[in-house]
């Protein structure tokens, strides 16, 4: 795959981790160095700045790599059902409690649990948790059995939790018992010399999945997309290119680049795109792949060479394809009456 000017020695970190930035470098250090010890990881960072895949590196690297790696996510659950979701109920425990269930906590024993969004964790919960750490054991709601339990806690959050702390949103003595070993995970914005590597690995990652052939990213595609400030971080860029490889419609990765890259895909202007494309092409094979001159398609077509090259760009056109596939056409044609020939 050409990329412009993607450096093509970047590699893959472990976990899917992509990026040789000095930023995530130093990230995976921190890792590295935490992740054969027991200690418990705070991960700070914004939305969608591949936490969880931070996460996952720590449990992969640690001497717990082949025990459970459960995660719950804070912000998803329910906070009535917070405290079954974690540690688990017993059979009538509540209305609804029609069998026993193990929690998260169960289910990670011996392994990694990771608590994402941490921070909204409900207020009430928070001492329980704090034991459980402290003590290694909990009960499930609705029974008396103090059960032990071994696992290494990995928690994440956008929050700012010191503040919450001040403001008595968040207890004191948890947020002290997480932040033993603070990850600040750096926004995609603080790293944009990894941005041609991780639109590189989309690509090639969802155009598998589609079965489609993406060999070309522009140069001037990368660049804009390093321009831009990416509020959504690593999972905005992710979205976008995922999108863009399903618009593409030849082997040059077509990416719209707005105003604003959240805003909806205009479906009337992909259709009016895809019809124009059909038309320039349709007209390069009848003029041979010729662009200027009185038999040239920016003739027939009616528009200026400089026009019809822009747009040609725009949509991902190159008269070269055009040409060759005309050539291949005519050379199976001549095989075909060969063939044909000798068989009579």
């Known amino acids: 795959m050409t990329c412009g000017e993607v450096n093509n020695d970047g590699k893959e970190g472990f976990a899917g981790i992509v990026g040789q930035s000095s930023g995530l470098r130093s990230v995976l250090q921190l890792v590295e160095m935490v992740a054969a010890t027991n200690t418990t990881v705070l ?12 996460a996952r590196g720590i449990h992969e690297r640690s001497q717990r790599e082949k025990q459970p790696f459960v995660t719950l996510n804070c912000a ?22 029609n069998i026993q269930r193990a929690g998260r906590l169960e289910l ?13 964790m409900p207020l009430e919960l928070q001492p329980k948790l ?41 207890r004191s003595d948890l947020y002290y018992r997480l932040n033993v070993f603070p990850i600040r995970v750096p926004p995609l914005r603080e790293r944009r010399e990894d941005i041609p590597l991780l639109v590189q690995h989309f690509t090639q ?20 997309l390093q321009r831009w400030s990416w509020p959504g971080n690593v999972r905005e860029l992710e979205n976008l290119i995922q999108r863009s490889v399903i618009l593409s419609s030849n082997s040059t990765l077509s990416v719209s680049t707005p105003e604003r890259m959240t805003s909806a895909i205009d479906a009337a202007a992909v259709v009016g795109d895809l019809e124009e494309r059909k038309r320039i092409v349709e007209t390069l094979r009848e003029t041979k792949g010729r662009i200027s001159g009185p038999n040239g398609a920016a003739f027939r077509l009616g528009v200026k060479r400089s026009t019809l090259l822009d747009r040609m760009k725009k949509l991902g056109i190159d008269a070269r394809e055009v040409r060759r596939a005309l050539a291949d056409e005519a050379q199976v044609t001549r095989l075909s009456g060969n063939w044909f020939q000798r068989a009579n």
């Open 43 to 54: 991960l700070l960072g914004e939305t969608g700045t591949g936490k969880e895949l931070i």
């Open 108 to 120: 990670a024993d011996r392994g990694t649990l990771f608590l994402d969004e941490v921070g909204d």
């Open 205 to 224: 990652k969802y155009a598998r999945r589609m079965g489609k052939q993406i060999d070309t990213i522009p140069a001037s595609t990368i660049q804009k």
């Open 76 to 97: 998803a659950i329910p906070s009535s059902l917070f405290e079954s979701e974690l540690f688990g109920h017993e059979r009538g425990a509540f209305t609804g409690a």
């Open 130 to 170: 704090l034991r459980t750490l402290q003590e290694h054991t909990y009960e499930r709601l609705g029974s008396a059995r103090t059960k032990n339990v071994d696992v290494r806690l990995v928690a994440a959050t956008n929050c700012d939790l010191e503040q919450m702390v001040e403001e008595k949103e968040f």
